[in-house]
């Protein structure tokens, strides 16, 4: 008899331990996701980051802040330095309308492919130009979304949580305005990262940004700022 307590004993016991390890190896992994990189974001709150890229330029983003500042929404501009040294007052503007500003890099090079002295180089070049314009930023989006476990590494030495999008708008392929609205309405979810763009024209983005924000409006969403969006994570999900 007591031999056979001993041994339930000790399989509940194993079982117990097993069971923590696993909870601690996942909360782990969340906990490692989420400072690595972000794609979107665990939360059972109806909130979307509305994320913007490669601008500014002279056209395509006033266009897109007029629209942002009708709906009263707030977004994250992921900005290229070089544009920034050619627009500084579209920069200036877009921060004083609120906005976030974040990093795009330098220029538009896909800086995996480049040396790590090259990519720190980027980071350091935007940021001279950036910081006369607005805070410091604390998210990274790397060009076309190229990245590895260096990249990862020198944007956190850098200052920089590096974040990548959940639903892509295609946006800058130029296509019609409705297929830039479905292909964000098709794939929202809670805690997601929209991935539109400003850095050329002419783009359907304006005036898509225009009917996806009454539509997910309509649906209960607040759209939100990276910043805002990470005060939504919740670790249980």
Not at 25 to 39: C, G, L, P, Q
Not at 54 to 83: C, I, M, S, W
Not at 217 to 237: D, K, N, P, R
Request: overall charge negative.
């Amino acid at each position: 008899m007591h031999s056979l307590l001993r041994r339930s004993f000790f399989s509940l016991t194993v079982l117990a331990v097993g069971l923590v390890c696993s909870l601690m190896y996942e909360a782990t992994m969340v906990f490692d996701d989420k400072s690595r990189v972000i794609k979107s974001i665990p939360t059972t709150h109806k909130v979307i980051a509305l994320t913007i890229d490669d601008g500014p330029h002279y056209k395509t983003t006033p266009e897109l802040l007029a629209v942002l500042r009708e709906k009263q929404v707030k977004a994250t501009f992921f900005v290229l330095g070089a544009n920034a040294e050619a627009h500084p007052e579209i920069v200036t503007q877009t921060v004083a309308d609120g906005h976030e500003i974040a990093s795009h890099a330098y220029s538009h090079k896909r800086i995996n492919k480049l040396m790590p002295a090259e990519v720190v180089a980027e980071f350091k070049r935007f940021e001279s130009i950036i910081e006369r314009l607005a805070p410091k930023p604390s998210f990274f989006r790397p060009p076309d979304g190229a990245y590895n476990d260096e990249i990862v590494a020198l944007a956190r030495e850098c200052g920089y949580t590096t974040v990548l999008w959940s639903i892509d708008a295609g946006d800058w392929r130029r296509p019609p305005v409705e297929q830039v609205v479905r292909a964000v309405l098709d794939n929202v979810k809670p805690g997601g990262i929209i991935l539109m763009h400003d850095g050329q024209y002419p783009l359907p983005t304006a005036q898509a940004a225009a009917i996806i924000i009454d539509k997910l409006h309509s649906q209960g969403y607040q759209l939100v700022t990276m910043s805002e969006l990470m005060q939504y994570y919740e670790e249980s999900q």
